[in-house]
């Protein structure tokens, strides 16, 4: 079964430090996705990226956010300068599009951000 | 506005019996998906079951259907006999399509946190 998978698992850092969160989508997919989720609350879109550019972000994803493809297999997440409420669980996501054979948006494990 | 309503915080039910998550969303676009997602105290998103808005029949996927009433924009998750190993946070999604045809967007409910009581 293909599976979407992230590093780290967990990752703690000092408020205004930059922080890399990795996933490596499922490798025939085309549309990868980014999610937050606070403790206890629900599931918030960030980002989608189709065609080694971003389609759709939402309001939570400011200047400090990024993304990137950088070598056609890892899908990056950046946070320039942390704040404390920055601490989540990032989730990310692939899709094969609609010719992909399968409507499930597989979920990485998700990485457990703390900022102190 | 609110794409995904889930109105039920908590839910309990007793093992072996059935249990319907409600789910109702907002769209005025006619290609939609509807998704429904288990997340259990370990913080994984594991997918349950989909449906396209032009399925005629709603989705079934083991002890896990989905009652599709599109007129009344509800998409209700139903567990038939409920197992111990339910006992998760439940939450419902819709996929729209963007407008540039870039591909999707995910709208998550607040989701419903289900107990199963032996």
């Known amino acids: 079964e293909p599976e979407v998978t992230q590093t780290p698992s967990h990752q703690v850092t000092q408020m205004g430090q930059e922080v890399i969160l990795r996933c490596v989508p499922i490798s025939n997919h085309l549309y990868f996705y980014w999610y937050r989720q606070i403790l206890g609350q629900k599931v918030e879109f960030l980002v989608s990226?189709?065609?080694?550019?971003?389609?759709?972000k939402s309001e939570i994803f400011d200047d400090q956010f990024s993304v990137e493809r950088p070598d056609g297999s890892n899908f990056t997440l950046k946070i320039r300068s942390t704040k404390l409420e920055d601490s989540a669980m990032y989730f990310c996501a692939s899709w094969g599009g609609a010719g992909g054979g399968s409507n499930e948006q597989f979920f990485g494990p998700g990485t457990r951000l703390t900022v102190l | 506005a609110q794409k995904i309503t889930q109105t039920q915080p908590g839910m309990f039910v007793q093992e072996k019996e059935a249990v319907t998550l409600d789910c109702t969303y907002d769209?005025?676009?006619?290609?939609?998906?509807l998704f429904w997602y288990k997340q259990p105290s370990s913080g994984e998103m594991i997918f349950l079951i989909y449906q396209g808005s032009y399925d005629q029949q709603n989705a079934t996927e083991g002890r896990y259907s989905l009652n599709f009433q599109k007129a009344r924009k509800s998409a209700n998750l139903v567990i038939s006999a409920s197992q111990l190993g339910d006992s998760a946070m439940y939450f419902c999604?819709?996929?729209?399509?963007?407008?540039?045809?870039?591909?999707?967007?995910?709208?998550f409910g607040t989701g419903t946190s289900l107990t199963v009581i032996p």
């Open positions: 999604a819709i996929m729209l399509p963007l407008m540039r045809g870039t591909g999707n967007q995910f709208y």
């Open positions: 769209t005025s676009d006619p290609s939609y998906g």
């Open positions: 990226f189709y065609n080694n550019e971003i389609s759709e």
